[in-house]
């Protein structure tokens, strides 16, 4: 049966952006960036917009890899689509099923996080306080997170992909917005005088709620997915 040509709806897409923007890889990068620049003796003017070029990089790559994968994604036959959105679908499952199973048992087995070669990278790239620095920081991060935690991402452009308009433009416009907010917020908070220890803290805290949401939230996009492809339920 052929993929019906519907696109989600905006709180599908605003549901799954603002789980994903938990994200523990953008979010602790920008972490260790403040930190060096507070360690540094930077201006607030200076962190900033150090802070705001940083967050700028991520959302730029970050749309511009979804917006390359959804055009050629929209670019396949539509009877094609079918199978691809099956093998995402079953895809997706299995990635928040290890979500999933990280709440409860977490760093034991295999799991979705950055390998620690390129994690070292990270950390090298996040002392370097330059503008050019700061730019591939933050594409970099893009770069590796989205083929290793980038699956809530991936449910989206797949189900955006298949009907490819400016509506659709507009809604992967929506999930990059959301997903770099929690970047901007942090920046906010830490420039007003917030704790930078707190909001550590914070993060490891919540480290295992992170993840059981995005388990779940990956289980429920990847039955959907499939759910679309065999023509069960139409999603407009």
């Known amino acids: 049966m052929a993929v019906e040509a519907y696109i989600p709806t905006i709180a599908v897409v605003v549901t799954t952006a603002a789980i994903d923007s938990i994200n523990p890889c953008a979010i602790g990068v920008l972490i260790l960036m403040l930190s060096v620049l507070l360690t540094g003796g930077k201006s607030i003017s200076r962190m ?6 940083y967050i700028f990089s991520v959302f730029t790559v970050y749309f511009l890899a979804g917006l390359g994968l959804m055009y050629f994604l929209a670019g396949i036959p539509l009877w094609l689509t079918e199978y691809i959105s099956l093998s995402v679908g079953a895809l997706i499952i299995a990635a928040g099923i290890l979500e999933i199973k990280d709440y409860f048992w977490y760093g034991k087995g295999f799991s979705l996080a950055i390998p620690a070669v390129f994690a070292k990278k990270l950390h090298n790239l996040s002392n370097r306080t330059t503008i050019v620095g700061i730019i591939l920081l933050g594409a970099f991060v893009s770069a590796v997170e989205l083929p290793c935690t980038g699956a809530p991402y991936l449910a989206i452009i797949t189900l ?3 009907y490819f308009d400016f509506t659709a433009l507009m809604l992967l416009i929506l ?11 942090i920046l906010i908070l830490v420039a007003s005088g917030k704790s930078l220890y707190n909001i550590k803290k914070w993060k490891q805290e919540n480290r295992g709620i992170m993840r059981l949401c995005i388990g779940l939230l990956l289980v429920a996009m990847g039955w959907l997915l499939i759910l679309i492809a065999n023509g069960t339920i139409n999603l407009g």
């Open 160 to 162: 955006l992909s298949q």
């Open 48 to 53: 900033l917009f150090l802070g705001g070029l």
């Open 175 to 185: 999930y990059n917005i959301i997903f770099v907010a929690p970047l901007v917020i």
